[in-house]
RNA sequence: GGGAGAAUACCAGAGUGGCCAAAUGGGGCAGACUGUAAAUCUGCUGACGUACGUCUUCGGUGGUUCGAAUCCAUCUUCUCCCA
């Protein structure tokens, strides 16, 4: 894969594993990756092509979000997360060493540590309780993947996740501790939930200014267009998000022009395609009002069509960041595009 | 020709004397969605006012009643059954 192109991950679980990882692997998501230059270092610590085999690394998480959306029909403990199916309420358990082992099962490219995510709002004695569990789970983590190989034939990698809530000092603290492991990369994590964007943006200059810049740094995720170019200015390299995905199936479109709610009845007779400026081929070969009609009468297609519409546009707009950086544009470049992506049609 | 039933807001459809500006669903209008329990969720949808509220609505007309979408009479339209 060539140096900084961005990468959407593929699924690739296979029907004969799901026995084998049993529960978790109802947890284990695929990412869409946005990556700018700063994976050139992953390339040189081993090589994104070369680490993952194919020209599209995976990437999987841990559980450990699912641990901050399950809260209340989860138990922490230092062992690891207890928590109920919502399918059929059998019990489960989530180690940080049970999840290594299910990612290597999985055979991702990238794997997560299993960490806390608590809330935005979290006290500052349960943000600094929850910072401990957190490396104390990486320190297990990183010694079951010692302890493990790989099982598909291709390297693979063990991000550490910084964490810290919204405390300056936690961060600072976490992102110090994390690099002890040495790691091919690192994630912040705990952000975007529920804060206002100015303290998140303030946390990952605070974490930027400690992590290596010679290896990327993951934004977990992370988020909308204009927050992704507000992180990248401050250092970050890569992200995922279900926004293109989610939203789009939802109706919202981010476009070259701005947002458009493709549901409102003012696109109704708007037979301009759904983004002139876009890359992908539903964005020619759909007008607006046809895309309208899709979504108000509940058709499936609808909801392909922006995702399809939304990946691309996320993937062109990172394409676009990391030529910007390189040509040295990149601060004009993002002024002018925060103002577009802000912009509601 | 005879008999039965029905007419409710944009649509469908509850309500059958006061708690009804009128359930519910659809449609319409808008909003939310950030390491995916999410093709989801929320609000508004007679008029005027931010709001307490006020005014005009339940096929037409006329009654009964303190009070009617609800009861009575009549007209109109529609549906069904029998000839």
């Known amino acids: 894969m060539p140096v900084g192109t961005a990468a959407t991950v593929k699924g690739v679980f296979h029907r004969d594993l799901v026995s084998e990882v049993n529960a978790q692997i109802i947890l284990a998501n695929t990412y869409h990756l946005y990556l700018r230059p700063g994976m050139d270092t992953l390339t040189r610590a081993g090589g994104v092509h070369r680490f993952c085999g194919w020209d599209r690394p995976m990437l999987t998480d841990s559980g450990g979000f699912q641990v901050f959306s399950l809260s209340g029909v989860r138990k922490l403990s230092e062992e690891g997360c207890k928590f109920s199916s919502h399918i059929d309420g059998s019990k489960h358990l989530f180690t940080p060493e049970n999840v290594i082992d299910t990612q290597r099962v999985i055979g991702a ?116 267009p204009v927050n992704l170019l507000e992180a990248i200015e401050r250092g970050v390299d890569m992200f995922d998000c279900v926004m293109p995905t989610r939203n789009g199936r939802n109706g919202m479109l981010f476009t070259s022009e701005g947002v458009i709610n493709i549901r409102n009845k003012k696109w109704e007779n708007d037979f301009s395609p759904i983004d002139p400026q876009g890359t992908a081929f539903v964005d020619k070969v759909y007008t607006k009002a046809y895309l309208r009609h899709l979504a108000i009468s509940g058709e499936m297609m609808a909801a392909q069509i922006a995702s399809m519409h939304n990946i691309a546009f996320y993937t062109r707009l990172m394409a676009q960041a990391r030529e910007k950086i390189i040509d040295g544009s990149f601060a004009e470049w993002k002024k002018e595009m925060v103002a577009k992506l802000l912009t509601k049609l």
């Open 109 to 224: 490219d990238i794997m997560m540590a299993f960490d806390e995510c608590p809330p935005g709002d979290a006290p500052y004695d349960y943000a600094a309780k929850s910072l401990g569990l957190t490396h104390r789970w990486l320190g297990r983590c990183f010694e079951q993947f010692a302890k493990t190989s790989p099982m598909w034939g291709h390297r693979q990698s063990l991000f550490p996740i910084v964490q810290g809530c919204a405390y300056e000092e936690l961060r600072e603290r976490s992102a110090q501790f994390v690099q002890q492991f040495d790691a091919d990369g690192y994630a912040i994590g705990g952000l975007a939930v529920g804060e206002p964007a100015e303290v998140m943006y303030r946390m990952i200059e605070v974490v930027n200014a400690i992590l290596p810049t010679g290896k990327p740094r993951y934004l977990m995720g992370v988020g909308t």
